[in-house]
């Protein structure tokens, strides 16, 4: 809990515009960034160039560089950085699918509470991300939702924390956004 309450005040700390604050919290939430990362490149393809450090240092790069911040909370900054992955892992494979002129997809095996039953085919990163983009523009609630479960793996809990609902709210969005998806997917 000591390492929570740390986060949450250099998180304070870094909005109030002390640019300190985070090279004093990146310590502290390295291994959670790891371990994320580790987590989506685990599903990637064996000889995927993008090692879960590389994907580490880009989201650190990319925070350096940021001029204004405003984390209402320890769960949205963790939302906010399962959204930096999924846009750095949808770049990288647009980029190697541009570099081998339409080489193979990056496949990602989605966990099996998003798989159907039947489904035999894993669906890849860049059919994952416009699905994403088209739940966005329906609902973009179930498209934070969907990112933070899939992508950062925060709890019921920290989402409703994050959206400011309820836990039933986010277990049906959930539900919901994921049956949204799965068909997006077959149909593409």
Do not use: C
């Amino acid at each position: 809990m000591r390492i929570s309450s740390e986060i949450s005040q250099l998180l304070d700390l870094w909005n109030e515009g002390d640019r300190a604050a985070l090279g004093d919290l990146m310590p502290l939430i390295t291994d959670d960034l790891r371990r994320m990362a580790a987590k989506q490149m685990a599903i990637e393809r064996v000889d995927h160039t993008l090692q879960p450090t590389a994907l580490v240092n880009e989201i650190y790069l990319k925070l350096i560089g940021r001029r204004s911040v405003s984390w209402q909370n320890r769960a949205q900054f963790f939302a906010f950085i399962a959204s930096m992955m999924r846009r750095l892992l949808v770049d990288h494979a647009r980029g190697r699918m541009t570099s081998k002129r339409g080489g193979d997809a990056v496949v990602v095996s989605l966990d099996e509470s998003l798989r159907l039953p039947d489904r035999d085919k894993d669906p890849d990163l860049l059919l994952l991300d416009d699905a994403l983009s088209a739940l966005t523009r329906l609902d973009e609630r179930q498209a934070r939702i969907v990112e933070m479960r899939y992508f950062t793996g925060l709890t019921v809990e920290e989402v409703a924390e994050v959206e400011q609902i309820s836990r039933t709210t986010v277990k049906r969005e959930w539900r919901t956004a994921k049956l949204w998806l799965l068909r997006f997917m077959q149909q593409s």
